[in-house]
């Protein structure tokens, strides 16, 4: 008998498969549109070709600037399928991001739809030469770009043989929508082999999971979701844009089985006044993730929603743990525990593991690691906690603690990101930006209560001596030039900020200080 170590199954492979297997079965629904796994598959395999045809070589990175469509789902999958690597941007975000994030991936072509086009058609001057020649964009379509379907349908519908090794880049998702730099978080096609098998056990999706995505699809709780159904031969229904009426309308007409949604999501779900009027009995499993839950607002989902909800904790470089319905009511308060194939532990500020009750920070290894930040070495080192064994662990900034059944309770963010909507802003890069002002001595930029996204960005201000400005008319100006998702709540002038010995601003006094502010 011949003996041989079988080749590891990859998204590209398990695409291969459902598109065999599954083929007369939907894949992909958008609105009215259902398209085959046969079809889906071939559309994927005519991307990729595309881009081969124009050039573009084996890991080159393709910028994925678009708004939640079926073309989005088969740009980003054709590109994996070709050997490239996706990159998918935000649509929130800044021009000036954009072109920061396009220059710092290094990437070689940008698929664009609607306004974006035109966002990125006038940062021509910004991108370099690198993807002039590669700019692919949904009809209509500006001069100098290709149109995405008739390049797709002129490209050749065999799969060409393509090697693709587990430590290929599969993925580049950035860390936030900000006017600076943000980190990019590299996945690796092993990676997301395990993000895509793992998750669809620990969220328990299946071969007749139809699950609605109607997060941005460039988030990585979007991909959970995508992942889980691909390598589960299910089906993918997309909301273009979230509202109520027309998520509660998909669930109930799709027979949706599965889906991922941030805490403001659920809220509004659960408060629309014609939510009972809804059939929802297709609901299976769903998640929930992106920012910490109230404890009511978790009683309301379980004892209010069929099926069975699931709690997750995680960050897009790769922890996750789960609280899952068999648990939510005796350990509510938690965030569960960690996921087969995920290992956490408690460090104290020496990096030495706390006992069981101890608050520490969060760190941890796991089977779906991101395989670093690009090009950004100094992030890595920042990131990283040497195990005793000598293993490399994730340092995940977050405060918990673990009770004797090693539930985790998440206690406080060590890092002062802040989480709005499900999506993390990061203050610095908006205090970079208030800083401008001629009249902005300095700036602080702290979370406070919203009604609406659970957490909003406040900003506390020294202007310069002898200046004057209204605090509304500074939250304008700032907004003006911020990203739709870091802008500011409102402005508080302040003489001065409170400060450590050595200087630095204590923001925990300004976040207790304004403690009792909702926006």
């Known amino acids: 008998m011949a003996w041989f170590s079988p080749k ?6 398990i695409m291969a498969i459902n598109e065999a297997s599954c083929s007369s079965k939907d894949a992909v629904v958008d609105g009215n549109t259902a398209v085959s796994w046969a079809e889906f598959g071939a559309g994927t395999v005519q991307v990729a070709n595309a881009l081969h045809d124009l050039g573009l070589r084996h890991g080159d990175r393709v910028i994925v600037l678009m708004a939640n469509s079926y073309e989005m789902v088969e740009a980003m999958f054709g590109i994996i399928r070709g050997g490239f690597c996706t990159v ?11 072109a920061g994030m396009i220059a710092n991936s290094d990437a070689k072509a940008v698929i664009a739809s609607g306004e974006h086009i035109a966002r990125i058609e006038g940062l021509r001057d910004r991108l370099g030469s690198k993807v002039h020649d590669h700019l692919i964009g949904i009809s209509p379509v500006e001069d100098g770009w290709h149109d995405y379907h008739a390049l797709r ?24 929508g900000t006017t600076g730099m943000p980190k990019g978080i590299v996945h690796d096609h092993a990676c997301r082999e395990a993000w895509g098998s793992d998750m669809a056990v620990a969220l328990r999706y299946h071969s007749g999971a139809r699950t609605l995505l109607n997060l941005g699809l460039f988030s990585n709780i979007s991909w959970v979701a995508m992942l889980a159904t691909v390598f589960s031969g299910g089906t993918l229904v997309v909301q273009r844009r979230f509202d109520v009426a027309g998520c509660l309308e998909l669930i109930q007409r799709e027979k949706i089985t599965h889906f991922v949604m941030v805490p403001l999501q659920f809220q509004r ?5 014609h939510y009972v009027d809804y059939d929802l009995s297709s609901l299976d499993a769903y998640m929930c993730c992106g920012s910490p839950l109230a404890v009511g607002l978790k009683q309301d989902i379980a004892e209010r929603m069929p099926g069975s909800f699931i709690e997750l904790y995680g960050l897009t470089e790769g922890l996750v743990s ?7 009511l005796e350990k509510i308060e938690s965030v569960g525990r960690a996921s087969p194939g995920q290992f956490l532990a408690l460090i104290d500020e020496d990096g030495k593991m706390v006992e069981v009750g101890e608050a520490g920070e969060i760190v941890g290894e796991s089977r779906f690691m991101m395989a670093g930040y690009h090009a950004n070495a100094e992030a890595d080192e920042e990131s990283t906690w040497i195990h005793p064994s000598g293993a490399k662990w994730l340092r995940t900034g977050d405060v918990g603690k673990f009770d004797e059944d090693g539930f985790l309770y998440l206690v406080d963010r060590k890092k002062d990101m802040i989480l ?16 401008e002002h001629d009249a902005v001595h300095e700036v602080a930029v702290v979370g406070v209560a919203s009604k609406k996204w659970g957490e ?8 310069v001596e002898g200046c004057s400005i209204e605090a509304a008319e500074l939250t304008a100006w700032s907004n003006s030039r911020l990203g739709r998702q870091q802008r500011i709540a409102g402005t508080i002038i302040v003489s001065e900020l409170p400060r450590n010995p050595n200087g630095k601003v204590l923001k925990r006094e300004l976040r207790k200080q304004f403690a009792d502010l909702e926006f």
């Open 8 to 13: 590891p199954l990859l998204i590209p492979d």
């Open 88 to 98: 998918p941007l935000n649509c929130a975000i800044t021009d000036d991001a954009v």
């Open 153 to 176: 349908d002129a490209a050749a519908t065999v799969a060409r043989e393509i090697e693709i090794k587990p430590d290929d880049e599969c993925n580049i998702i950035y860390s936030s």
């Open 269 to 273: 779900v659960l408060e629309y006044e």
């Open 322 to 328: 789960i609280l899952g319905p068999e648990d939510m």
């Open 420 to 435: 709005s909507g499900g999506q993390n802003i990061y203050p610095a890069d908006i205090e970079a930006m208030i800083v």
């Open 456 to 463: 909003t960005p406040l900003a506390v201000v020294v202007l």
